[in-house]
């Protein structure tokens, strides 16, 4: 275990000095802060045989000295995929010839994790690469791999199933590429996954529920076209960063988010989603961001939300939020920037209007059925939605349309008549203890909304 724990250590330092690529893992300080490097576990190394692995060919030309026979698989595995690649503008894998993989381009290896005296392929870093091809099922020979970065490329297709024998993989960044079909099924093999980046693909479908079971710290799922419900079993999720917007899930957010141990920004934006917020929100206490922007989410905002001691930056805009915007909310230690614009809100809490005055709060409000305040709803509109209430207990949490209802394939949330008696009283997660106790990570209000600006892709690089 301990050759393990240093192999990933060797493989991150080296990424760190000797990829210029290395884009991933300095882009988002939260999870990379958070990345429990040493806790794999040796079990992962004991793999299922792959009949769809064993069934590709080892053959190379006998000319060729390999240093172990894992760097002549990573040889086999390398070149197949050269071939399938059909426009490298930045040639990035000219120098992909050879039985040398180590110092092919965007290729590091490190000391083999059950063997010290032997390298083997532990990253692949192709940022930026603008490389358009597919990935070849022989990658699944490349079993050491730790990384795989492919940012910004043009990759397409789907994930080949011999992805699976990836057990030691631990980031996953395919983000700005063309990869399309469910969500790739190999993901849910690879045991070791932390940090998982798909977004700006054109991914489709539901969420395999089993994802929330797996150890992964940041779901990085913005930008792609992932419809139906959210899995109820989000909460046995130990993530720290979750990014679904821009997608088109429907229904409720789970009450038992809340229950998410170590979550710290949320991002639902510009999806489909109604219900009300669940009061279970409150519960998470290390959130830093919430954002449920542009969705159809109605009601008010819980009264939890005086618990979360964290919380940076709330953005409730463009919904059917009503109620108040309570003084327990703007008077949160860390609360910097409430954003309600485009709802129903009818009331702002007296320090709420203190704090702003002082710039110690934003809060825009245009768009809402304030009195005194500019830029509101016409009166009519506002008489006519506060004359109807939500009523959070029996608004229910249907699918919107039709198609979503037809390929849902795991049962979805609780009907309308079956109302579970809400918990209003947030209780402590019952979660395991954490090895590595996160704590809250110092204010530092740049930070906050840099950790969001940080998932909008910028432009692809090259002319
Ligand atoms: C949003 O949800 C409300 C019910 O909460 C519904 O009446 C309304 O039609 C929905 N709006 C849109 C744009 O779907
Ligand atoms: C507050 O948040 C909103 C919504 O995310 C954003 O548009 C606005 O620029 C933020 N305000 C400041 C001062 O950062
Ligand atoms: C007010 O309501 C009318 C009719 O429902 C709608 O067409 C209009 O866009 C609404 N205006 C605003 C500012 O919400």
Redesign the pocket.
């Known amino acids: 275990m301990q050759t393990l724990g240093s192999f990933f250590y060797i493989s991150l330092i080296s990424i760190f000095y000797i990829s210029p690529f290395s884009i991933a893992l300095i882009k988002y300080p939260v999870p990379v802060t958070r990345r429990g490097l040493t806790s794999l576990k040796q079990t992962n190394l004991n793999r299922e045989p792959d009949p769809l692995l064993d069934s590709i060919k080892i053959e190379v030309d006998p000319n060729l000295k390999f240093e172990n026979p894992r760097l002549k698989k990573a040889y086999v595995a390398l070149q197949e995929w050269k071939k399938a690649m059909i426009s490298d503008p930045y040639q990035m894998t000219k120098n992909w010839v050879g039985p040398d993989v180590c110092l092919y381009t965007g290729v590091v290896c490190a000391q083999a994790p059950d063997d010290e005296n032997i390298a083997t392929v532990a990253v692949i870093d192709l940022n930026f690469g603008d490389i358009a091809g597919y990935l070849v099922p022989h990658l699944g020979l490349l079993t050491d791999l730790a990384i795989l970065h492919l940012h910004s490329n043009r990759f397409f297709g789907i994930f080949p199933p011999t992805l699976s024998n990836l057990k030691l993989l631990f980031e996953l960044d395919v983000s700005n590429n063309h990869f399309s079909g469910l969500f790739p099924s190999p993901v849910l093999a690879m045991s070791s996954l932390k940090f998982l980046d798909i977004r700006y693909n054109e991914f489709e479908g539901q969420l395999p529920p089993q994802i929330f079971d797996m150890d992964i710290d940041a779901f990085i799922l913005n930008n792609n076209r992932f419809y139906n419900h959210l899995p109820k079993n989000i909460g046995n999720s130990p993530a720290t960063v979750l990014v679904l917007s821009n997608n088109k899930f429907s229904g409720c957010i789970p009450r038992n988010l809340g229950q998410m141990p170590y979550l710290e920004q949320v991002s639902f934006a510009n999806n489909?989603l109604?219900?009300c917020l669940p009061e279970e929100i409150g519960m998470l206490k290390y959130l830093t961001v919430f954002d449920v922007r542009k969705n159809?989410i109605?009601g008010p905002i819980p009264k939890s939300f005086e618990n979360l001691k964290t919380i940076g930056k709330i953005d409730l805009s463009c919904n059917?939020f009503s109620g108040k915007v309570d003084d327990s909310l703007c008077t949160l230690p860390r609360i910097w920037n409430i954003t309600i614009t485009d709802n129903y809100f009818n009331e702002i809490g007296a320090e709420c209007d203190k704090l702003i005055k002082d710039h110690k709060l934003v809060l825009l409000d245009k768009d809402n059925c304030l009195a005194n305040k500019l830029d509101q709803r016409p009166e009519k509109n506002c008489s006519l939605a506060l004359k109807n209430p939500?009523n959070c207990k029996t608004?229910g949490c249907q699918a919107?349309d039709h198609v979503d209802l037809k390929n849902r394939k795991f049962p979805g949330p609780t009907p309308k008549v079956q109302n579970p008696s809400p918990k209003t009283t947030p209780t402590p997660p019952s979660v395991r203890d954490p090895p590595h106790t996160p704590k809250p990570p110092p204010l530092q209000q740049p930070t906050m909304t840099t950790a969001f600006n940080d998932l909008i892709l910028p432009p692809k690089t090259g002319s």
């Open positions: 489909r109604t219900g159809n109605s059917q939500v608004i919107r």
